[in-house]
């Protein structure tokens, strides 16, 4: 038995000496690019059918809101908007002594101060404030529905929303502060949601290094400017 076990071990190392020790390379080939064509594709596909999902969720929304027979206790449950708030990680940057970039960061939050999606329109206008001077208009936006959706985040920072706004204002001083001025009107109540706050302005690497802390900020949490739309088919919260 030792005999043979000798015999196969050295037929084994003899038929693998011709194939040697060295690697190879291994070309891309045809069935590379289907892998890829079939995992771009497969993605697409689970894209589309979650739009899909939350299409029907939506439907299925609207239905029973028609009907208007929904539970009172899963009414109470659901979180509806109670108000937007400025964020400390908003930053205004430098870039030359009549230029910034401010990244203006909005958290709206439920009745219980835990942050929630929401739909709507942001409208905001910035001044910058310079010592001895008036404040000064630098820049104004309004963002719709779809785009303010885009500006979701989501990270190790929390959950927000992120709008990017340039400015630029007469003179050749740098400010040293901006006033933000930002009004939230929800699309499917039409309650309108202020909140404003002064940030400082910084250079831009201290803006690299840490964000600004966002300073006497004032948030309508409770009381909406303007009355709900009459709309009893359409629940509080149902987004």
């Known amino acids: 038995m ?12 003899a038929l693998a000496a011709p194939l040697g020790c060295q690697g190879r390379t291994l070309a891309p080939n045809a069935a590379d690019g289907l892998r890829a064509e079939l995992i771009e594709r497969t993605r ?13 969720t939506k439907v299925a929304e609207l239905s029973v809101a028609r009907d208007a027979k929904l539970d009172p206790e899963a009414v109470e449950a659901m979180p509806a908007l109670a108000g937007v708030a400025l964020s400390t990680l ?4 430098l870039i030359d002594p009549n230029h910034a970039a401010l990244a203006l960061v909005l958290e709206p939050r439920d009745g219980l101060g835990r942050f ?13 404030l ?3 001077r008036d404040p000064l208009p630098a820049g104004s936006t309004t963002i719709s529905p779809k785009t303010l959706r885009d500006a979701y985040r989501s990270g190790f920072m929390g959950s927000h929303y992120t709008i990017d706004i340039p ?25 309108a949601y202020p909140c404003q706050g ?3 302005v910084v250079s831009a690497k201290a803006a690299a ?12 949490i409770s009381s909406p400017t303007t009355p709900p739309a009459a709309n009893p088919a359409v629940p509080q919260g149902s987004r």
Request: hydrophobic share 40%.
């Open 2 to 13: 030792s005999r043979l076990t000798t015999t196969t071990l050295v037929l084994a190392i």
């Open 44 to 56: 697409e596909r689970d894209a589309s059918r979650a739009k899909v999902a939350e299409l029907e």
């Open 90 to 93: 908003s930053t205004a940057r």
């Open 116 to 128: 929630m999606q929401f739909t709507g329109t942001v409208r905001a206008s910035v001044a910058v």
């Open 130 to 132: 310079i010592p001895g």
């Open 167 to 191: 400015l630029t204002w007469e003179g050749a001083e740098p400010a040293r502060s901006v006033s933000i001025s930002v009004e939230f009107t929800d699309a499917l109540t039409g309650k």
């Open 198 to 200: 002064t940030i400082p």
């Open 209 to 220: 290094a840490k964000p600004a802390a966002v300073e006497s900020v004032k948030s309508s």
